[in-house]
């Protein structure tokens, strides 16, 4: 039976992944199209937003596919792994500016000199019980989807500051907060290294689901009751190398370090049967293209 849930797990993640790459090359097939007519032009939106530049102009789309070796969920002392997107908007001609691993799919609707701000959102895949030991008894956690906003500085050329807010909307219906910079040096011509420091936040609601245990969980899990509570979540640190081919294409490499703290790092589920050091190594490509709105 453990082959055979190991042969399927192995299908899923070989699903997925020619399902991204398959998602990746119809993106390219369309951006190409559209680079050798320099940028292919959209209809302008029905309405504008209140206090935000108009989208009118000119944009440059960063899209591409990647590969990390992560733990099988937050707090477990195995790792997996698993498929990635790559995905961020910004105003065609603004500074190809750095692009963090931990980084969510971003639009920066508002690009001025060293300063963005704009839309973020994040996709939490789902926790199911039955694919791992360490689980059994807790339940299904669903697919979350993380909304909300970043904001990015640079208060000198090597250097990048950056914060998001999103509130979870499916699987949890918390706040998370992530706080990180990065020093970026230029090895050598296209090949850049960055390294820095990250902090996240996250509310009770965010942190609960994953690492709560209630009275039925802790008779059915054999784990002792224990009510998660939000706080600081966890600090880390984390290192890019990163190598221009040409103006569209970019490849990179990275790893970063996690320690959980506060309640999540005392859950029980992490005490007994995981870890608080949680370790991310991946690779990716990505290929950028512009377009125009009307």
Avoid at 169 to 188: N, Y
Avoid at 200 to 228: I, N
Avoid at 249 to 263: I, M, N, R, S, T
Wanted: include cysteine.
């Amino acid at each position: 039976m453990k082959h055979i849930e190991e042969a399927a797990l192995r299908l899923t993640v070989n699903a997925r992944w020619t399902t991204a790459c398959l998602t990746l090359g119809t993106i390219m097939v369309t951006a190409q199209c559209a680079s050798a007519q320099t940028a292919f032009t959209l209809p302008a939106p029905p309405f504008e937003l209140p206090m935000l530049p108009s989208p009118s102009g000119n944009w440059t789309v960063m899209v591409g596919i990647g590969g990390e070796y992560t733990p099988d969920f937050v707090g477990s002392k195995n790792s997996k792994f698993r498929p990635i997107p790559i995905f961020s908007i910004r105003r065609a001609g603004s500074i190809d500016q750095f692009r963090g691993p931990r980084d969510s799919a971003s639009i920066a609707l508002l690009d001025v000199g060293n300063f963005r701000a704009g839309p973020a959102f994040k996709y939490v895949s789902s926790r199911k019980s039955d694919k791992y030991a360490e689980l059994t008894g807790l339940g299904d956690v669903k697919a979350a989807y993380e909304l909300g906003g970043f904001v990015e500085y640079y208060p000198v050329d090597w250097l990048r500051l950056r914060s998001e807010l999103r509130q979870g909307v499916g699987g949890h219906t918390g706040t998370v907060a992530d706080v990180s910079a990065d020093v970026i040096v230029p090895l050598i011509q296209m090949l850049t290294i960055s390294a820095g420091p990250r902090f996240t936040w996250k509310s009770t609601k965010a942190t609960a689901p994953y690492f709560g245990v209630d009275a039925a969980q802790a008779l059915a899990s054999g784990l002792p009751r224990y009510d998660a509570r939000g706080g600081a979540h966890s600090v880390g640190f984390g290192s890019q190398i990163s190598y221009r081919i040409n103006p569209q294409w970019e490849v990179h490499a990275y790893v970063e370090y996690e320690k959980l703290l506060g309640d999540a790092a005392d859950s029980p589920l992490v005490k007994q049967r995981g870890s608080s050091n949680q370790t991310t190594v991946g690779v990716g490509a990505s290929y950028s293209f512009d377009f125009r709105i009307r």
